[in-house]
C-alpha cells in the first residue's frame, strides 16, 4: 500500500529558514517528489530524490532517507512569494504516484 | 506545444451526462497521468499511460469513468452517467519516462449540478 503524511500547516517569517517533512510507506518505491502548489494553479515541479542525501537548488533543498522513509525540503530565506502548498509524492517502479495532502505553508512579514 | 494543456477549462453539466475532457501533453512525452484533485487535498492518481498502453487504472473509482491514448499522445478521460461527487478538479500530467518528473496541465474543472 501507500501512505504518504506531512503537516497540514505551517508558519515561517520572511528571511527565515522552514523545513517541511514527509514520511511515506510506500510499496515498490522509486523516489520521492517534491512540487509547490500556489493557490488555483497547478503544482510545479520543486525536486526529485532517488538516493539519500542531500540535494540543494538555489533556495530550495531536498532530502531523502530510503531506509527511514523520510524526506524534507528546507527553504531558505523565506519570501512572501512562498506562501503556497508544498506537496510531497512517492513514485514506484511501477510508474504510480502517490500524493500526500500538502502542508500549507505561510510567509508572515 | 510547450507545457501540457488541458481542455476544456471548465465544465459544467447536469447529472446523468457523460463528458470527455481532453489532455495535450508536451511533445514527445511518453508517460501521461490523470489525477484528480479536491480542495485542500493532493493530487489522487486515476490512471496512466506509456505510449498508447494503459498501464496502471487502479485509481479510477469505478466503471464509470474511463481512460484513453490511442495514439500515444492525446488522452480523454471520459466519465459516463455523471454524479455530483464527481465535481473536481481533473489534473492530467506528463513525463518524458515513468520514472521521470511529471510535469501538470492547469486542469478541468467540472462541475455536476
Known amino acids: 500500500g501507500q501512505n504518504i503524511d506531512q503537516p497540514t500547516e505551517m508558519t515561517a517569517t520572511e528571511g527565515a529558514i522552514v523545513q517541511i517533512n514527509c514520511t511515506y510507506q510506500?510499496?515498490?518505491?522509486?523516489?520521492l517528489f517534491w512540487y509547490q502548489q500556489h493557490a488555483g494553479e497547478a503544482p510545479t515541479f520543486l525536486s526529485y530524490?532517488?538516493?539519500?542525501g542531500l540535494e540543494e537548488k538555489g533556495r530550495f533543498s531536498s532530502f531523502l532517507s530510503r531506509s527511514k522513509g523520510y524526506s524534507y525540503l528546507l527553504l531558505k530565506e523565506l519570501q512572501m512569494k512562498d506562501s503556497a502548498s508544498y506537496l510531497c509524492a512517492a513514485l514506484t517502479n511501477a510508474g504510480k504516484s502517490t500524493f500526500g495532502d500538502g502542508t500549507t505553508l505561510t510567509v508572515k512579514p | 506545444g510547450a507545457g501540457v494543456s488541458q481542455s476544456p477549462r471548465y465544465k459544467v453539466t447536469k447529472r446523468g451526462q457523460d463528458v470527455a475532457l481532453r489532455c495535450d501533453p508536451i511533445?514527445?512525452?511518453?508517460?501521461l497521468y490523470w489525477y484528480r484533485q479536491a480542495l485542500g487535498q493532493g493530487p489522487e492518481f486515476l490512471t496512466y499511460f506509456n505510449y498508447e498502453a494503459q498501464q496502471d487504472k487502479s485509481g479510477l473509482p469505478n466503471d464509470r469513468f474511463s481512460a484513453e491514448r490511442p495514439e500515444g499522445s492525446i488522452s480523454t478521460l471520459t466519465i459516463q452517467r455523471t454524479e455530483q461527487r464527481d465535481s473536481a478538479m481533473y489534473r492530467c500530467?506528463?513525463?518524458?519516462?515513468?520514472?521521470?518528473?511529471?510535469?501538470f496541465g492547469p486542469g478541468t474543472r467540472l462541475t455536476v449540478l
Open positions: 500530467a506528463s513525463s518524458s519516462t515513468y520514472t521521470d518528473t511529471q510535469y
Open positions: 511533445s514527445g512525452h511518453v508517460s
Open positions: 510506500t510499496s515498490g518505491f522509486n523516489g
Open positions: 530524490n532517488v538516493l539519500d
